[in-house]
């Protein structure tokens, strides 16, 4: 479109058809879209606290700290109506409310400039309500607002568990300017921004120590479950820690799956995975981590991949969860370097030469030493 509006009317298009000797033959004009002026400013914020240069992407996580910025290139009136359209799937309606009339809005603040307090608001007199998906703010201030004045809030939202359609996942903001007696809606302006990827999040991760063996560095058996968002062809499960963990002897049970890789702590295992579908792995002869502690795996599926010179070259990550630490916790090990057990005889062989040489008796005192090590720190508190 062009930066500037010239005719406040509908653009119009010709169209034109000619002959292969170039003569014309049909002519039609088209009265399509009206050009309105573009927003001054329409942008959001979405840091990731524990990151703040990183935006909060992880499908059905809480944006603790997304805002919309908005600054107009014309004066907002009394009677105006700002309205902001959100992509489908995020809610921000108060789920507690939905049938509130007043329009709850999720967590809903302004956000004023460095300096300013909790009270703050731009829009003093004006009030505001949602729903499902749109924010609307009714203009009843007594002076105009001026123009590229820069208004900013928040919301409490949470992503949607995939990204939205290409052509459906953009942010829009609409000005309209309303006439008092007809109640008419003129457009003054509008913007629009591309929302950003969701990285879908495998839900109803399990993964859990089912071995009889279960001291660290011993050999023992894994469950893994989860149901997936997207469809996949393999899953990558990597332990991030404790460290040593291997994978290379590792089996499943199921007949459909198959291990098509295995390197230290990581295992791709090669099965169908369809959307919404809930999916068990057992995992045998896997050799324990070292140490003990609670276990940090890293778990994502994928479409593609080849073999390239014998190396795995991943295809499209469908769907993951990293960091997972609500699994089992690895008991740590204990090693015995020295045992023995003695009687009272055994304790004194110079008073006793000669009982010092039996056996230990049934029924009599004995001694029992024991000299170990644990992987785990003991502390106070703790028992053997």
Same mark, same amino acid.
């Given at each position: 479109?062009?930066?500037?509006?010239?005719?406040?009317?509908?653009?119009?298009?010709?169209?034109?058809?000619?002959?292969?000797?170039?003569?014309?033959?049909?002519?039609?004009?088209?009265?399509?879209?009206?050009?309105?002026?573009?927003?001054?400013?329409?942008?959001?914020?979405?840091?990731?606290?524990?990151?703040?240069?990183?935006?909060?992407?992880?499908?059905?996580?809480?944006?603790?700290?997304?805002?919309?910025?908005?600054?107009?290139?014309?004066?907002?009136?009394?009677?105006?109506?700002?309205?902001?359209?959100?992509?489908?799937?995020?809610?921000?309606?108060?789920?507690?409310?939905?049938?509130?009339?007043?329009?709850?809005?999720?967590?809903?603040?302004?956000? =004023?400039?460095?300096? +300013?307090?909790? @009270?703050? !608001? %731009?829009?003093?007199? /004006? $009030?505001?309500?949602?729903?499902?998906?749109?924010?609307?703010?009714?203009?009843?201030?007594?002076?105009?607002?001026?123009?590229?004045?820069?208004?900013?809030? =928040?919301?409490?939202? +949470?992503?949607? @568990?995939? !990204? %939205?359609?290409?052509? /459906? $996942?953009?942010?829009?903001?609409?000005?309209?300017?309303?006439?008092?007696?007809?109640?008419?809606?003129?457009?003054?302006?509008?913007?629009?921004?591309?929302?950003?990827?969701?990285?879908?999040?495998?839900?109803?991760?399990?993964?859990?120590?089912?071995?009889?063996?279960?001291?660290?560095?011993?050999?023992?058996?894994?469950?893994?479950?989860?149901?997936?968002?997207?469809?996949?062809?393999?899953?990558?499960?990597?332990?991030?820690?404790?460290?040593?963990?291997?994978?290379?002897?590792?089996?499943?049970?199921?007949?459909?799956?198959?291990?098509?890789?295995?390197?230290?702590?990581?295992?791709?295992?090669?099965?169908?995975?369809?959307?919404?579908?809930?999916?068990?792995?057992?995992?045998?002869?896997?050799?324990?981590?070292?140490?003990?502690?609670?276990?940090?795996?890293?778990?994502?599926?994928?479409?593609?991949?080849?073999?390239?010179?014998?190396?795995?070259?991943?295809?499209?990550?469908?769907?993951?969860?990293?960091?997972?630490?609500?699994?089992?916790?690895?008991?740590?090990?204990?090693?015995?370097?020295?045992?023995?057990?003695?009687?009272?005889?055994?304790?004194?062989?110079?008073?006793?030469?000669?009982?010092?040489?039996?056996?230990?008796?049934?029924?009599?005192?004995?001694?029992?030493?024991?000299?170990?090590?644990?992987?785990?720190?003991?502390?106070?508190?703790?028992?053997?």
């Amino acid at each position: 479109n062009p930066s500037t509006v010239y005719d406040p009317g509908p653009t119009v298009w010709k169209l034109s058809s000619y002959n292969a000797a170039g003569l014309p033959l049909d002519e039609s004009r088209i009265v399509s879209f009206v050009i309105n002026p573009v927003m001054n400013l329409w942008a959001y914020t979405n840091p990731d606290p524990e990151n703040p240069g990183q935006e909060v992407q992880n499908g059905g996580a809480r944006l603790p700290s997304f805002t919309l910025q908005m600054r107009f290139p014309s004066t907002l009136a009394n009677g105006d109506v700002i309205e902001v359209q959100a992509p489908p799937d995020f809610y921000l309606t108060d789920s507690i409310t939905m049938t509130d009339a007043a329009g709850r809005c999720r967590g809903f603040r302004w956000v =004023g400039p460095p300096g +300013s307090d909790d @009270l703050y !608001t %731009p829009l003093p007199y /004006s $009030n505001y309500r949602c729903t499902a998906t749109t924010v609307t703010f009714n203009i009843e201030e007594p002076a105009p607002i001026p123009r590229d004045f820069l208004i900013e809030f =928040g919301l409490e939202v +949470s992503n949607p @568990l995939r !990204t %939205p359609a290409r052509e /459906s $996942n953009f942010w829009r903001c609409t000005h309209y300017g309303v006439d008092a007696v007809t109640g008419a809606r003129t457009l003054k302006s509008s913007n629009a921004f591309q929302g950003w990827s969701i990285i879908p999040q495998l839900e109803a991760v399990d993964i859990q120590l089912i071995g009889a063996n279960i001291a660290a560095e011993a050999v023992s058996a894994i469950r893994v479950a989860f149901t997936a968002v997207s469809a996949a062809e393999d899953i990558a499960i990597q332990v991030v820690s404790p460290g040593n963990f291997n994978f290379d002897q590792a089996t499943v049970d199921a007949s459909d799956q198959v291990v098509f890789l295995a390197n230290g702590p990581l295992i791709r295992i090669r099965m169908s995975i369809v959307p919404d579908s809930r999916y068990t792995i057992t995992l045998r002869g896997v050799v324990l981590g070292r140490e003990g502690g609670q276990t940090d795996i890293h778990l994502t599926t994928w479409r593609g991949g080849l073999f390239q010179s014998g190396t795995w070259v991943p295809g499209t990550k469908q769907d993951e969860k990293l960091h997972f630490r609500s699994g089992f916790r690895l008991p740590g090990l204990v090693v015995v370097r020295y045992d023995k057990l003695e009687n009272t005889f055994h304790q004194d062989p110079v008073t006793y030469p000669v009982q010092s040489m039996w056996l230990h008796q049934m029924g009599r005192p004995a001694y029992a030493e024991f000299h170990f090590h644990v992987t785990r720190t003991a502390e106070i508190g703790h028992f053997l």
